[in-house]
């Protein structure tokens, strides 16, 4: 079992920045990737970016250039850095992982934290 807790969520102002973290603890010898998913108000869960074995990251349009994932292996915790940030990234923003238990591959999630972007 996996268990993937958020922090750093807030108020910005357009244009600030905002880092979240995300803190896996638990059974972590098989996570595949780590990342991050937001939903907006009134809208579907979508993804943000991920950080996969080797440091290999992937990013929504929406994010590359402006979005940065980070991971430190010997904390366990990875990290979303977000720059000039718009009202449409207003979010609820979910850590994810996916995992191997050698059987299967199972997907964890965290509680989200919310990222409010306004003036």
């Known amino acids: 079992q996996l268990q993937l807790v958020e922090s750093g969520g807030g108020l910005v102002q357009p244009g600030g920045s905002l880092a979240l973290s995300c803190t896996a603890s638990?059974?972590?010898?098989?996570?595949?990737?780590m990342g991050w998913y937001r939903q907006p108000p009134g809208k579907r869960r979508e993804f943000v970016a991920n950080?996969?074995?080797?440091?290999?990251?992937h990013y929504a349009d929406s994010a590359r250039g402006r979005f940065t994932i980070s991971r430190d292996n010997a904390k366990n915790t990875i990290s979303l850095r977000m720059n000039r940030l718009k009202p449409e990234d207003t979010a609820v923003y979910y850590c994810?992982?996916?995992?191997?238990?050698?059987?299967?591959?199972?997907?964890?999630w965290g509680l989200g934290t919310q990222v409010t972007v306004s003036s």
């Open positions: 950080i996969a074995v080797g440091d290999v990251t």
């Open positions: 638990g059974i972590i010898g098989g996570v595949l990737t």
């Open positions: 994810q992982a996916e995992a191997s238990n050698g059987i299967t591959v199972n997907d964890y």
